[in-house]
């Protein structure tokens, strides 16, 4: 079956694809608690995390992904950032 092996080779390239820019996310938001930590602000930014919900929310629905799947996303990968800031802070 050709097109069950080109779909999951397309599916293989957007993985590593996510997992490369998860990565540099993360290093961003290592550098993010950095400063964080050296201005004594929180590790959280519940405002924050409010508008880029409701941002992804509608940038899902706009492409035909479940806004509610793309928030849980989102606040599984916040709830990582968080952990990393409360460790970077100590
Ligand atoms: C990265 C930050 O820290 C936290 C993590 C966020 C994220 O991963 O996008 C957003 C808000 C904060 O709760 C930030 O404040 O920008």
């Known amino acids: 079956m050709a097109e069950l092996e080109d ?9 590593a694809a ?8 993360f290093k961003c938001t290592k550098r993010v608690g950095k400063l964080k930590a050296e201005h004594h602000l929180p590790p959280a930014d519940p405002e924050r995390e409010s508008r880029q ?12 992904l479940d806004p509610a799947f793309a928030e849980k996303f989102l606040t599984f990968i916040i709830d990582e950032v968080i952990r ?5 802070r100590g």
């Open 7 to 15: 779909m999951r080779a397309s599916i293989d390239n957007i993985d």
């Open 53 to 64: 919900i409701a941002r992804l929310r509608s940038l899902a629905a706009e492409a035909d």
């Open 84 to 88: 990393h800031h409360e460790a970077i």
């Open 18 to 25: 996510l997992v490369h820019m998860l990565a540099e996310r």
